[in-house]
């Protein structure tokens, strides 16, 4: 992070602690960010600790996960209501839905620090970004969430108890000292974004209303950025299904901001470069990313001519999203390096 960040101090207004459990939950992973899409997520794990009996428990089934739950005066979290009450429903946690696409426990207090956040932004202030989870942790502590594999259930379980820690550290701060990010690109999306936070995803990109969309605003079809005779059909990036089109006039990709016009990249064939070994092409593609809940990122991948051997090729791929931080570097075609 940079030190010309700046900050907000926003007051924590919670001290409970009798009946106070924090949480967090760790599901699979699907490409669909509604509010269906969150419900359809399959539960992995979840871990908890409790103020009653200063105890971490881990859960790989939902049954007594939800038991616990449910024994609580209060439940911490860190966009629980944006996604981990939504997800929790189906496995039997009683919740209603409270504003737009969020949801709360029903007879159980919520605390969501990021819903806090939200909360005490100025309504109509769309230039800031929500706070990651691992942005706040930062932000207090000068430490970052540790990458895990979502695949390996035992790095899953590791990360989700790093998740509670962090959590649980945030709530027990009297002042939250919040980094204050610009938004990468404008909200085109009304002005109840920020203000009742109504149609978002987690903490970053907006759901986009199937069907809804003013089509004097946001047209099915566009000009191809690239020749600006091509038109691109727009329906499936609007609706943050795809993050790239063809051009049918002048065969160009263009690479779009999931859910948006805005272009992050445009790949020309005239412009391509190729491996000598494996002729496979080379190529950089950039791709935002919402995080699923933990905040903005991008996912940088492509193909590389080897550095050892000049002959061959690698495959790499750098995803810088906060809680999903990775990197993978494939071995040469040609020397194996």
Not at 32 to 53: H, I, M, N, P, W
Not at 87 to 108: A, H, M, W, Y
Not at 217 to 232: A, Q, R, V
């Amino acid at each position: 992070m940079s030190k010309k960040i700046s900050y907000e101090q926003i007051r924590n207004p919670w001290n409970m602690r009798e009946g106070v459990i924090v949480f967090d939950i760790e599901t699979n992973h699907n490409n669909d960010f509604s509010l269906q899409g969150k419900k359809d997520r399959e539960f992995k794990c979840a871990v908890t600790f409790s103020y009653d009996d200063g105890q971490y428990r881990v859960f790989k089934e939902s049954k007594p996960f939800i038991e616990q739950l449910k024994t609580a005066k209060a439940l911490v979290t860190y966009n629980g209501e944006g996604f981990d009450y939504i997800v929790l429903e189906k496995f039997g946690l009683p919740v209603e839905q409270d504003v737009g696409n969020r949801c709360i426990p029903t007879s159980i207090k919520s605390c969501d620090i990021l819903h806090e956040i939200q909360r005490s932004r100025e309504r109509g202030e769309f230039s800031k970004k929500y706070p990651s989870l691992d942005e706040m942790i930062y932000s207090h502590y000068e430490a970052h969430k540790t990458p895990h594999d979502p695949d390996d259930i035992k790095d899953l379980v590791l990360h989700c108890t790093e998740d509670v820690k962090f959590t649980k550290m945030l709530y027990e701060e009297e002042i939250w000292n919040v980094p204050v990010f610009k938004r990468t690109s404008n909200p085109r999306w009304g002005t109840d974004y920020d203000d009742d936070l109504q149609n978002v995803i987690d903490c970053a990109l907006p759901i986009s209303p199937e069907g809804k969309l003013d089509k004097e605003k946001y047209p099915d079809f566009i000009p191809c950025p690239n020749c600006e005779k091509g038109s691109l059909l727009m329906y499936e990036v609007l609706r943050g299904r795809v993050g790239e089109v063809e051009c049918p006039e002048c065969e160009a990709t263009i690479e779009f901001v999931s859910c948006s016009y805005d272009v992050c990249g445009i790949y020309r064939k005239e412009d391509a470069q190729f491996c000598p070994n494996c002729e496979e092409e080379l190529i950089t593609r950039n791709q935002p990313h919402s995080g699923y809940g933990a905040g903005a990122g991008c996912i940088s991948s492509g193909r590389k001519i080897c550095q050892t051997c000049k002959e061959g090729c690698y495959e790499w791929e750098k995803d810088d999203t906060p809680g999903f931080r990775d990197r993978y570097v494939g071995k040469c075609c040609f020397c194996g390096e």
